[in-house]
DNA sequence: CCCCAGCCCTGGCGGC
DNA sequence: TGCCGCCAGGGCTGGG
């Protein structure tokens, strides 16, 4: 299950291996990859012929390749087109050898340009489908900010407009959140899954997060505090880092990188998925506390009762 | 503004 | 052994 840091693992190893090379030739092999494309299946695949790819940008778990088209105008003030990706649940983007066997859930292969000692070929593979990819105009970032990690360009896929920015961001703004947050009728856990409000943040990350801050995700957000909430946005963050430090985490063995290998990292958990399992942190406190499940918007919440005390009802 | 249910989808797994 | 139903997940839509 992707999160931020398996895409950044994926848009960084895009970068290095197929930024400055062009689409030689797009196929698309199951049209529910490209369901969200407008246009349909054949547009897309000529929508991509010929681009090239000029870089590889993040925001979130959203990632794009930002394309110049032949025949479009020289780069310049022009917005421009870029191939937009979301993983969704299982999507990897894989460079590999035209001659490799294709993978049983192949859906989109991308043949590039050839460069020396690189893959000729970018496959998308998704089993669950709940990813996809589109070929997406750009526009201004509302702020005129960069629109993402991977380029200075104050642009945005148009789909990618209403997302946050999120905590690895070097624009991210902590205080503005707050202020955000002190003001909403919600609760913790929700807000930090609302892409709208900072991005890259998955059922995974928030629960390791309040575990961290020590904060239960069912407190009302307008009773936070400042410090807590920096605290809370602080923890997120170095969770998502260490992620990235290890080549992104992810225990779900559907996941790899885009050479391939795999972005399984198998450091424990404090929080997720470990129902009836000691609380690591009242352990190492001398007390005995099992992590408990509830559950959360048709999943699944993890948190320590003794750590995390579930607020009381206002 | 906020919340929730439902949908998209596959395959692993538990239960019978 | 097989079949069925449940579960996991993010993002979006539409309705309350």
Redesign the pocket.
Known sequence: ?P?LPEVEVVRSGLERWAVGRRITDARVLDT?SV??HDGGAGHFEQALDGALISGAVRR???LWLLLDTPGSDAPGPFPGTALLA?L???GQLLMEDPSATDE??LKVRLSLSPSPGKPDELRFVD????GGLSVTSMVPTLDGLPGGLGSEAPLLPQ??S??ARDLLDPHFDPDAVHD?LH?????VK??L???NLL??????Y?DEALWAARLHGERP?NTLRRPETLRLLEAARDVMERALAAGGTSFDSLYVNVNGASGYFSRSLNA??REGEPCLRCAAEGRQTLIRRASF????SYFCPKCQPVPRKR
């Not at 089993?127 to 709940?130: A, C």
């Not at 003001?183 to 609760?187: A, L, V």
């Not at 918007?297 to 699944?300: A, D, K, L, V």
């Open positions: 299950m999160e529910r369901r969200r979130g778990k959203y979301h969704g649940m299982s049983k859930h089993q669950r489908i709940f789909e990618v209403g997302i955000v003001r909403r009728k919600s609760t929700r807000s899954l609302d892409q991005s890259g943040v998955g059922n995974i928030a957000t997720y998925g918007m048709n999943r699944s």
